[in-house]
């Protein structure tokens, strides 16, 4: 726990040394067509092994908009988490991205309890070694986006996305599963005033591995924001997932989230998450800082 402190002190002083520094933001890419972002998230949960996990990732997103229908993106995670009992893996093919930790042996639930749990799991995360903590580059995942139909008056705006995730994460430190997933997703979006809501869903095909019995899943979330001024938007909605492997439960989680636009170029954003179902971390936090030029 005292490793975990010090890794979170360390990257919230770097976080806010960019808040110090003239580091503006991501606005709309038909006025900037690249933007650059960097985020710091927290999680905990227990994943159904029994044990308490604490992990942090720090994304930096890189971003290119050639014109206002194409978006490109690029996600390169740093992770950390407390032992290697459980897997991290994460599909950012949805919006926002989206955060899952398996049992590192894929046993889910059903696995509480037993012996089995952290010895040798997806990456071989050994009993000796389970209790440690690990650290490491993650998944990296490429998408990308086209809006097929603009919003009007009556009809929502509609953007299928497409992406891969890379193998970057080491497995032996159970930080990824070490392999290739690929997947799309349609995202449908309309303002009503002050409102705007917004609801997507994709499909994920995952790289098969004996050490972890993967399935395709499908993904969604939907919710609700509203543009208090021109510059602050509250945002709540609901993320969740059918089961990603055998014997683990679907991923579901709450989470309100606040935009606001320091600048014309500059944006900041922070969400408190709750956990619903048992693969879901019981509680989680994040913080990111936007740059549009």
Known sequence: MQNLFRSC??????????LVLPFPRLVHAEEFPYSVGLGFEFASGTY????????????????????????????I???????????????????????MMLPANGMGPAGVGSSAMGTGGIGGVTSGNSQQSQNGIGDITLKAGYILAGEKELTPQIRPNLFIKFPTADK????????????????????????????????????????????????????VAWQVSDRFRPILFIKGATPPADNSSSLMELRMKLKYQATNHTGIEGYVAKGITTNSPDYGSGFALYYDF
């Open 172 to 223: 032996e430190k159970a930080l990824g599963t070490g392999e290739f997933d690929e997947g799309f997703a349609v995202e449908i979006s309309k303002w009503l005033g002050k409102w705007n809501t917004f609801a997507e869903a994709g499909y994920t095909v995952q790289g098969k591995t004996s050490r972890l019995p993967l399935r395709n899943f499908i993904a969604y979330n939907a919710g």
């Open 77 to 99: 995670p740093y992770v950390y988490q407390s032992n290697g009992n459980v897997t991290s893996g994460l599909f950012s093919g949805m919006q926002g991205g989206k955060t």
């Open 9 to 18: 002190l360390t990257l919230f002083s770097l976080l806010s040394l960019t």
């Open 48 to 75: 159904g092994t029994g044990t308490r996990t604490e992990s942090v990732s720090v994304p930096l997103t890189l971003a290119f908009y050639p014109n206002e229908r194409i978006n490109l993106s690029l996600e």
